[in-house]
């Protein structure tokens, strides 16, 4: 090849790579772009602090403090403009604590670079901020927990799903226990370190601290200006993923106002795996399998993790009133698909973070069997058409 071809052709080989280099910088830092819901419904949100000064703050460092739940609400509206609501509504709070909490449950084996989550700053959910609501009938509320590490929009493509068939999600801060949460003085409460968060109190009495969160979400829902004329709390659900989806069964049996719990990925406690739910029970989780292809690729779940979720969930089941409880194992699943986080990286899959059957199936089919279970549940439907229902998951359960 002549000397000036040759340069020509390793000139138009660098420009391409430079340009596919381009390319793929922009996808990795592009906002996520979240799903249109499926159901009737559009979506509205809006952001809420509520204190309870009859409640002490059981897990901050010394005393004085009251109990604080920041929280977000989602509820069907009709309104089909106005401006979308940020994913992160405080991001420079959350994502320093976001990235701690990655490496923390994945023991130090998943740190992506920081700027990797920039671009979360800048996505927007689908749901219209401060839309009203939409009027005429009432709607029955759900309750969402992220659990160890999360935060409220943790899950937005589920719960905006949820909202467009007719529920009223509201998801909370804990703080403490969620990655970071603002106070109403300005501060901000990190999550605890692993292993403290029992540390000088019992499990029962953190869990019964949680659930007491849910219980006053309902009341605080109950009383907003906004939602109060159209929801319905005296019938609702209550949901999580991990520590979250630990939570719910516990809440059913002191609040029977909780009449449904979808719990995904989450180890039960001794009492309900002894004596079940007082409530219809649905549990997502995977094959015991796909826990050790997880701790392979990304880290964590050790055998006697893997043998004490699994194994609680069935003996929960078997303790159950026939007919109101359920487990779903879906094949080929990561723990963290069971929430936005695969969304947030497209790659996420080939790295070994997400599972081998990818995050858009994975989560088509929790969406399907979380909306289903909780429409019929607790009657939410609220669809334009009769006879509208959410799609079928294409998955079958397991005894």
């Known amino acids: 090849m002549p000397a000036a071809a040759l340069r020509t052709a390793k000139r138009t080989a660098a420009l391409a790579a430079v340009g596919a280099l381009a390319i793929a910088a922009a996808a990795l830092l592009r906002p996520v772009r979240f799903p249109v819901p499926g159901g009737p419904h559009r979506v509205g949100t809006a952001l809420r602090h509520w204190r309870d000064p009859e409640r002490a703050e059981l897990l901050a460092p010394g005393e004085g403090r009251i109990r604080e739940l920041p929280a977000q609400i989602w509820y069907p509206t009709a309104t089909t403009s106005g401006e979308r609501a940020r994913y992160l509504p405080d991001a420079p709070l959350v994502l320093a604590a976001l990235l701690q909490a990655l490496r923390v449950v994945t023991d130090g084996r998943t740190a992506p670079p ?3 989550f920039r671009k979360l700053t800048a996505t927007r959910a689908r749901a219209i901020l401060e839309a009203p609501p939409l009027a005429g009938r009432t709607f029955p509320a759900v309750v969402a927990l992220s659990g160890f590490g999360g935060f409220p929009t943790a899950s937005t493509a589920l719960i905006e799903e949820l909202v467009s068939w007719g529920l009223v999600v509201v998801a909370i801060d804990q703080p403490y226990v969620s990655a970071r949460a603002r106070l109403a003085d300005g501060t901000a409460a990190t999550m605890l370190a692993r292993g403290s968060l029992y540390e000088g109190r019992s499990r029962e009495e953190v869990h019964a601290h949680l659930v007491a969160d849910a219980s006053a979400a309902l009341d605080a829902l109950g009383d ?3 939602l109060a004329p159209v929801v319905d709390t005296r019938r609702s659900g209550v949901m999580g993923v991990s520590l979250g989806g630990t939570i719910p069964a516990v809440a059913a049996r002191a609040d029977s106002r909780f009449a449904a719990c979808l719990m995904l990925d989450a180890t039960m406690p001794p009492g309900v795996a002894a004596e079940g739910i007082p409530a219809a029970a649905l549990w997502l989780t995977r ?18 993790v893997i043998a004490e979720t699994h194994g609680s969930m069935v003996s929960a089941l078997a303790a159950q009133a026939p007919g109101t409880g359920r487990i779903v194992r879906v094949r080929g699943m990561h723990h963290i698909d069971f929430t936005d986080a695969p ?5 996420a899959r080939w790295v070994g973070w997400s599972g081998r059957i990818g995050h858009r199936r994975a989560h088509r089919i929790v969406a399907a069997l979380a909306s289903r279970f909780l429409v019929r549940e607790l009657g939410g439907r609220g669809a334009a058409r009769p006879g509208c229902d959410p799609p ?3 998955v079958g359960g397991a005894p």
Request: net charge positive; hydrophobic share 35%; charged share 40%.
């Open 114 to 116: 920081a700027v990797l």
């Open 224 to 226: 907003d200006p906004l």
């Open 287 to 304: 094959p015991a399998d796909d826990m050790r292809r997880e701790r392979r690729r990304a880290g964590g779940w050790p055998e006697e």
């Open 343 to 347: 969304r947030w990286f497209p790659w």
């Open 392 to 394: 079928r998951p294409g």
